[in-house]
């Protein structure tokens, strides 16, 4: 009788992206560009499987063992670029952080004009997480659109809408104020689209002038000031995601943002990806 091969080890997209290179898909992409080695040979399929005692490199410097993974705040200023470069030169949300983090990942993005909370992360498969839409958390947004709005005009958001053949879910729209030729909504999406709400409004005839994220799922904003970034504590990371770690120490207070040198494409896990004794991103 034929035995089934023990299945063993991990694919090597997830133990990279828990490792906090990159997530799954990147890490694919990487594999299939020829950039992983494993155990000393270059891999072109992300169709293996790896233990903690394979040899993994990628760009040439050796992945480490996962760390916990790790939550964190930040306060994310207008102008910035929510990616690890940017074609165009602009700044970065990553060349803003400050040098004690270590490397991270946003959870989403917030487009270049955009503000607001922006969850970071450690752990690539924590990023995933966070990011899927069955997690069915609500991502809440003050918004200022110039125009006059009424319950006639937002009905569409309200219900659900197609716009270029693209299906927008039901966002909820609370009405803040109306202040001059502007007004102020509050407005809740489980999804996140490329520029959901602009497009949105801008289909009913209002146009954003101001977006800040206030909340993702039971993340608050609150008042960390703008560019300052605060670890999530352990014990919230336990109640709302179930992540247990051995370290329980309290994480340090918000750190303000700090300008850093411009980094390169790629580093390995535990380097941070800022310029600070250690080396460049």
């Known amino acids: 009788m034929n035995q089934k091969k023990e299945y063993v080890g991990e694919r090597i997209a997830k133990k990279l992206a828990r490792a906090g290179v990159a997530s799954r898909r990147e890490v694919e992409r990487m594999v299939e560009a020829g950039r992983v080695v494993v155990n000393g040979k270059k891999i072109t399929s992300p169709a ?9 490199t990628v760009d040439g410097r050796p992945v480490a063992a996962p760390e916990p993974a790790r939550l964190w705040r930040y306060h994310k200023p207008p102008g910035l670029v929510t990616s690890a470069r940017d074609e165009k030169g602009r700044a970065t949300v990553f060349d803003r952080l400050p040098e004690e983090l270590p490397r991270v990942m946003s959870v989403g993005r917030l487009d270049l004009t955009s503000e607001g909370l922006l969850l970071l992360t450690n752990d690539g498969e924590l990023k995933r997480k966070l990011e899927l839409p069955s997690t069915g958390w609500v991502r809440k947004y003050r918004v200022r659109a110039n125009g006059n709005a009424s ?6 958001l309200r219900e659900g809408m197609v716009i270029d053949g693209e299906r927008f879910q039901p966002m909820s729209v609370e009405f803040d104020k109306q202040q001059g030729a502007n007004v102020w909504l ?3 999406l489980r999804e996140g689209k490329n520029r959901e709400i602009r497009r949105a409004l801008e289909e009913v005839g209002l146009m954003v002038n101001r977006l800040i994220r206030v909340s993702y799922g039971p993340f608050q904003l609150g008042d960390l000031a703008r560019g300052g970034v605060e670890e999530i504590r352990p014990k919230i990371l336990r ?12 994480p340090k207070p918000a750190l303000r943002n700090k300008p850093v040198s411009r980094r390169a494409n790629f580093i390995s896990p535990g380097v941070s990806m800022r310029s600070n004794k250690r080396n460049k991103k």
């Open 239 to 250: 109640d709302q995601l179930g992540i247990k770690r051995e370290d329980q120490s309290a």
């Open 151 to 156: 319950d006639t005009r937002v009905r569409p």
């Open 48 to 56: 293996l499987n790896v233990t903690d005692k394979d040899v993994i």
């Open 186 to 188: 509050t407005i809740g």
